[in-house]
């Protein structure tokens, strides 16, 4: 059969600069926009919506880095208000479990689960940063692989609280006077390093008992943690040859853990532009790329490596002759991509060369470095690309992040799904009721959904 392309809808945010500032943009807060964004992908017939999470705004300079995005509503509230305007479309949202309990996450998936009809979905993050944790009073809670741990109870918790309900224990006969068959539904015990809990889950079974499960960290722990537990990888690798290496380390990890590869779905982040030509995408593409590289944003690019305030230097003249600050990172809080940058002076001295031999300036050369739309063309083009990607085990499909919001979705939508309709790699009618059927997972073993 042929390998369908999954496709999902990331609803815009952080590390896309022109979420707000761009003249097409409307508000990243107002319901409005969600519901707008979320009916696009419904009509494309897409798997799911997803939110991403930032617990503490990023700064800069000791300042809000507002060209990010800057506020955002809680995921959970903004789900269950989708729940009630979408029919088939999952809603996934992203949880820290460091900074959260176990009782309180399974009450609002399973609650979530209820509001929807079963197309709850949970992407697990450990989050990496003592800068997040402050929020918290906790500042640098527990070490990366402590997370992990943390991580892996904390879902496995979950996922206990939930089980506590079968799913037949509610009877209701008004004739006896019986509402529960079962005086021990919902009770539980959980005793670790991380939890000692004991009591009753006040939920009953959901529609889909559990939410299906995403990761997205990129560690050998996160990965690791995948192969053990997720239902679905969100990942950064999205080119072809990026993307097959990441396909077939974590897919081999699944049999360690009795699981199939069709058992876990690798969805790499990707942004697209269509035009109705493949030149017009390509001027498209390359004036969204100058408008998400400001000359501003091109200096705090440079920032993240140079670790040093660089807002005095001008982003159409060269690069800084001084050298990066090397050590702990002050001037960029908040960002992954300090973590990446490992060696600053090889980084800097890298994209000087680049610079001088081509005669870029460092906005230009921000634009080259930073990475390019994954998708440009016409929607043929496009849809190729797409197929080629899933049928070379690059992976199984995408999460879509449109570079506005709340409209830029609907060139994928009304262009692109078509052809891949035509081609017979994606739905026309949603198959099933819940996330899971729609996704084609396999049905929970072991226990039983109401
Ligand atoms: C594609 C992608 C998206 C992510 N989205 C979020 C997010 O929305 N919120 C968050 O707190 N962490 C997010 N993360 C961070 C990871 O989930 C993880 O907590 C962090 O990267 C540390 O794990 P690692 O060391 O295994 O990468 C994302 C990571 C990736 C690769």
Redesign the pocket.
Not at 51 to 55: D, K, Q, R, S, V
């Given at each position: 059969m042929t390998k369908q392309v999954h496709l999902a809808a990331h609803f815009p945010?952080?590390n896309n600069t022109t979420v707000w500032s761009d003249p097409a943009a409307g508000s990243h807060i107002e319901f409005s926009s969600f519901v707008r964004f979320a009916q696009a992908a419904e009509r494309g017939k897409l798997d799911f919506l997803f939110?991403?999470?930032?617990?503490r705004l990023r700064e800069q300079n000791g300042a809000i880095y507002d060209l990010d995005v800057v506020g955002r509503p809680d995921t959970f509230t903004v789900l269950a208000a989708l729940a009630a305007v979408t029919e088939h479309l999952g809603l996934a949202g992203?949880i820290?479990s460091?900074f959260n309990e176990p009782y309180e996450v399974a009450r609002q998936f399973a609650s979530l689960d209820h509001l929807s009809g079963g197309r709850a979905a949970w992407?697990?993050?450990?989050?990496?940063d003592a800068f997040?944790g402050e929020n918290f009073r906790r500042g640098g809670f527990l070490a990366?692989d402590q997370?992990?741990e943390r991580?892996r109870t904390f879902l496995s918790t979950v996922q206990e609280l939930l089980d506590s309900w079968r799913g037949d224990e509610v009877v209701a006969d008004e004739d006896t006077g019986v509402f529960l068959t079962d005086p021990a539904a919902g009770t539980f015990a959980h005793s670790d390093a991380h939890f000692d809990i004991a009591g009753r889950f006040d939920v009953p079974r959901s529609p889909q008992g559990r939410p299906v499960v995403f990761?997205?960290?990129?560690?050998?722990?996160?990965?690791e943690?995948a192969a053990s537990a997720a239902d679905a990888i969100?990942?950064?690798h999205g080119t072809k040859e990026a993307g097959q290496a990441f396909y077939a380390d974590v897919k081999g990890r699944l049999a360690r853990y009795g699981r199939t590869p069709a058992d876990l779905l690798i969805l790499?982040?990707a942004t697209f532009v269509v035009g109705e030509t493949d030149a017009e995408a390509a001027e498209l593409a390359a004036e969204v790329r100058r408008q998400q590289v400001s000359g501003q944003t091109a200096l705090r690019k440079l920032e993240e490596v140079w670790n040093r305030d660089l807002s005095g230097y001008d982003p159409d003249g060269p690069l800084p002759a001084v050298d990066p600050l090397v050590g702990e990172h002050t001037v960029a809080k908040g960002r992954?991509s300090v973590?990446m940058n490992r060696d600053p002076l090889a980084v800097a001295k890298d994209w000087r060369e680049r610079a001088e031999a081509k005669g870029l300036s460092i906005r230009e050369l921000v634009i080259e470095i930073s990475s390019r739309q994954n998708f440009i063309g016409s929607p043929t083009t496009v849809a190729e690309q797409m197929i080629d990607l899933v049928e070379s085990d690059a992976s199984d499909g995408f999460?879509l992040v449109p570079h506005i919001t709340p409209g830029g979705l609907d060139p994928l939508v009304d262009s692109v799904v078509p052809v891949l309709q035509e081609r017979g790699v994606h739905r026309t009618e949603y198959p099933g009721t819940t996330l899971r059927d729609n996704l084609g997972l396999p049905p929970l073993g072991g226990v039983r959904v109401a």
């Open positions: 945010g952080v939110l991403a999470e930032g617990l992203t820290n460091t992407n697990v993050v450990t989050s990496w997040t990366q997370r992990y991580a990761q997205a960290g990129d560690s050998e722990e996160g990965r943690f969100f990942t950064r790499p982040a992954a973590r999460i």
